[in-house]
């Protein structure tokens, strides 16, 4: 897998993947030099996978970040419960069936 590094623009990626000749990896991290690009775009441009290796961390943090200070301020979660996920959906995502 041949994987470039810090393209900056659709049309950098495009004429990558027509001057390489190998299975190509796109990296889509937030806040870096490469525009916003769907999964698809890229696929379109002959790339075969596409990381989003930061993106669920930092919407976790940002979620954490404003639990804790929730927590800090109120004392309790009760505020915050529609945001969580259940026992339940957990379960059902896991397809785990508590004995």
Known sequence: MIFPEALETKEEFAGFAKEVNGALVANMTE???TPYMTADEFGGMGYSIVLFPMTCFRVAMKAMEEALAELKGSGTQRSMLDRM?????????LKYSPG
């Open 85 to 93: 996920q259940t026992r339940e959906e957990l379960y059902r995502l």
């Open 31 to 33: 806040f870096g030099k």
